[in-house]
């Protein structure tokens, strides 16, 4: 990635992404091995009037380091100082920038999956509660990196793989455009214009079909469809996800039913899970299976009552800039928006009018999403009356 | 050492500040701090943590970009903000008594070059004062250890090449450490015990000050009745042994922050957040830094200096003997850590309430910084005076004279 890219990719996290406001204070977390950007989007952030750029480095292998070495009580552990500053960040109504990228497999590799699963900070739900209630405005943008490049793509030297992951990303962050704000603004302009179609359609369920999956995702009646555009209490708007190509909503947790295949690898944390197949009854995840990483999702689908019900569905349609990629990115990020994905875990309930669906909603400390779409999968809009509309075939929007 | 990996190195390096060191304790969250260069130590250094027990270690990296960025782009307060959780942050490691492990090196100076030295001076957070509390009583058990890095290892040895001046930089560490020796721990204890017995009878002396006299240098250090110096260890409220340096070659007290006088010459370069201060010269007039000049670096420490009223007093008085492995090298680490178990020095800023007795504890300096430089060299003789007005030599050529 030259200075260049990581310039504008900076711009890009803290003006159109978090759209950071003068005199905000800003939180920035990124794994070690990202502090170019890191460093990029301080200078960008108190350049955009920022009154403080607080980063934090984080390390997978410290992390390792607990799992392998340390006891048990050890695990999910975290001083409660860290939920206060939590709490501290809402009222103050703090920006935050993530920076995204795959971590180093060797920083997870052959640790004890169980023990990683139950190594959930209480942190994360503080953090949740931050998005939930729109104190915050925030932004996960993508950060190349050369471990991030040698994961996906194997066959290429670190500097052209790193190169060419590089190019990937300026891609789909719509780098490559003249005026990205002004290509992104047109993308949202079309995500939002599918989101309130669907809006208007109140489907009672989505339904998809093809390659092994039959699933049917019932919607509670008063959740909206969105787009990643986001809005603070305050008013602030922002883009949380860079790149996105989705729309979503939450779902009934009560009523998923049938089996589904995922169609792309799901990276929780840098253990793989590969050819994953999950059945649903009742709305609860009642078996889940997979070719490699199976304990894994398993661990945190059993770490509280919602963990194995759905807290998000979304849709992405082929002409988004990822899946014509091809690639897998072995990042929820990016892939997640190659293809329909579902998520267990908490909802969005800010997308729920009506105080009695707001109650379903569902409620977790995880949130994980895993894609289920492609070309030859096809999704069916379902009315009360059973009747179904065809909403994506091909990758193409129906409606 | 050179028969060992360089990851074997780490981990002996590691192991001594985690058990000897800061005496890491089952149960306790331990935060390690270091330079973003450091990752490698301070991995290695987290590692022996959860092997001792720690049941979270807390990463706390400084990245000098960061700071670049914000005095470079920062409006006027962003300068020495703090966020609220940051001071949160702090008390939680007094509330609860966590361990400290701070790995400290040479940064690179580029960095923060061509910068405004009034910005970079007045960038100096308030929680210091925080994080300064707890150690002054003692709730944290803590130590400060030397990080070979290569950036550190190319200001040390600018001429060589940088796989030599790293491995260089790497075998001073571990002769200044005691690393070198068989038993580092069984080593640090005999020379710890030696320096113990020395404030001892320095202590029994009950001086009313001290004098420097060499070069450039004639001052008057005015101790408080109960200013008591210590050396080696150190202890927590409760109980529990660490070495806040390692390594540790001085006796140290707490000074009357009102009775310095005369003029002051660093004898080695100082590094001031990132800028190496050179040629310092200091003059006092009662007990306040009233000039401060250098060769290079003055701004910085001036405003530094200026952020509160302790800033211009001294809080520290330190005497290092010629034994000082540190000082036998003869290398300047521009890094406090080692320089300053060097020579004797003195420090501008907080003083160690833990050095006087409760009727002196309000008169000891109060700031939020706390700057170290070294004073000492084997043509500055140390003398001490008694409150009768005897004077008694306490190092001449290095040696201790009593």
Request: net charge negative.
């Amino acid at each position: 990635m030259d200075d260049l890219l990581t310039e504008r990719l900076a711009e890009l996290a803290v003006g159109f992404g978090a759209n950071v406001q003068a005199d905000q204070i800003v939180m920035v977390t990124a794994e070690l091995g990202r502090e170019s950007l890191a460093r990029a989007v301080a200078a960008a952030a108190y350049r955009a009037g920022a009154r403080y750029v607080d980063v934090t480095y984080t390390d997978a292998f410290v992390r390792r380091a607990k799992i392998e070495n340390a006891g048990d009580d050890a695990i999910g552990y975290a001083p409660v100082w860290h939920v206060e500053r939590m709490k501290q960040m809402g009222e103050q109504r703090v920006a935050v920038i993530a920076l995204e990228a795959a971590l180093d497999p060797a920083a997870t590799e052959g640790l004890d999956p169980v023990r990683l699963g139950d190594d959930q900070s209480p942190v994360r739900q503080a953090y949740l509660r931050l998005v939930m209630e729109r104190l915050i405005n925030w932004c996960i943008i993508a950060c190349p990196t050369p471990e991030w490049a040698a994961r996906v793509h194997p066959g290429l030297p670190t500097d052209q793989a790193f190169e060419r992951l590089s190019q990937e990303i300026e891609r789909v962050c719509r780098l490559d455009e003249d005026d990205p704000v002004a290509a992104w603004q047109t993308r949202f302009d079309r995500l939002t214009e599918i989101s309130e179609r669907l809006g208007g359609h109140r489907f009672e369920a989505i339904h998809f079909s093809g390659d092994g999956t039959d699933l049917t995702v019932g919607l509670l009646p008063s959740a909206e469809w969105a787009c990643a555009t986001f809005t603070t209490a305050d008013g602030i708007s922002h883009h949380p996800n860079l790149p996105t190509e989705e729309v979503f909503t939450t779902p009934d947790p009560r009523r998923t039913e049938g089996v589904v295949r995922s169609t792309k690898p799901l990276n929780i944390e840098g253990t793989l899970v590969t050819g994953l197949t999950v059945r649903f009854e009742g709305g609860r995840a009642v078996a889940i299976g997979a070719d490699g990483g199976a304990e894994v999702l398993r661990g945190r689908a059993s770490r509280d009552d919602g963990a194995s019900r759905l807290g998000e569905l979304a849709l992405v349609d082929g002409e988004g800039r990822i899946g014509a990629l091809d690639r897998v990115f072995y990042s929820t990020l990016i892939d997640e928006n190659a293809a329909s994905h579902i998520a267990l875990g908490s909802g969005l309930g800010y997308l729920v009018k009506d105080e009695r669906d707001k109650q379903q909603v569902n409620s977790s400390s995880i949130h994980i999403d895993f894609m289920i779409g492609s070309p030859e999968i096809d999704v069916d809009g379902v009315n009360a009356d059973g009747t179904r509309v065809p909403v994506l075939r091909g990758g193409e929007w129906q409606i | 050492m050179a028969d060992l990996t360089i990851d074997e190195r780490r981990r002996r390096l590691a192991r001594l500040l985690v058990g000897f060191g800061a005496n890491v304790q089952p149960g306790q969250t331990v935060m390690v701090g270091g330079d973003i260069d450091d990752r490698e130590l301070v991995r290695a250094v987290a590692d022996e943590c959860y092997l001792a027990g720690a049941r979270f270690v807390e990463l706390n990296y400084f990245d000098l970009h960061l700071k670049r960025a914000r005095i470079e782009f920062g409006g006027d307060d962003s300068i020495g903000y703090a966020t609220t959780w940051s001071y949160e942050h702090a008390r939680a490691a007094a509330a609860e008594k966590w361990a400290i492990i701070s790995l400290s090196g040479g940064t690179d100076p580029s960095i923060l070059a061509g910068l405004d030295p009034d910005r970079l001076g007045r960038d100096n957070s308030p929680v210091n004062t925080e994080w300064l509390k707890a150690v002054s009583e003692q709730l944290v058990n803590w130590t400060v250890g030397p990080s070979p890095s290569p950036v550190w290892a190319s200001v040390v040895h600018p001429d060589m090449e940088p796989d030599a001046a790293l491995e260089l930089l790497w075998s001073e560490v571990e002769r200044v450490c005691r690393l070198d020796e068989q038993d580092p721990v069984a080593s640090w204890e005999q020379r710890m015990g030696d320096m113990v017995a020395t404030a001892g009878r320095i202590n029994d002396l009950h001086f009313d000050a001290l004098y420097f006299q060499g070069p450039g240098t004639d001052l008057e250090v005015g101790l408080l009745p109960s200013s008591r110096f210590i050396s080696g260890g150190s202890e927590t409220a409760d109980g529990i042994p660490h070495r806040p340096n390692v390594p540790s070659e001085e006796a140290f007290t707490t000074p009357d922050p009102t009775r310095v006088n005369g003029e002051v010459r660093a004898t080695r370069p100082l590094d001031v957040g990132g800028t190496v201060v050179t040629g310092l010269r200091v003059r006092f007039e009662d007990g306040r830094a009233v000039a401060i000049d250098a060769d290079q670096g003055a701004e910085v420490l001036r405003a530094r200096t200026a952020i509160d009223d302790g800033g211009v007093r001294l809080g520290e008085v330190a005497l290092v003997d010629g034994e000082s492995r540190i000082g036998q090298l003869g290398t300047v680490f521009y890094e406090t850590l080692l320089d300053e178990n060097a020579a004797c020095h003195i420090a501008l800023g907080q003083g160690f309430d833990y050095c006087v007795s409760d009727d002196d504890v309000e008169r000891i300096n109060a700031s939020q910084i706390h700057i170290d430089f070294m004073i000492g060299d084997d043509d500055v003789d140390v003398t001490g005076v008694t409150d009768s007005g005897d004077r008694v030599p306490v190092l001449r050529g290095g040696a201790w004279q009593i």
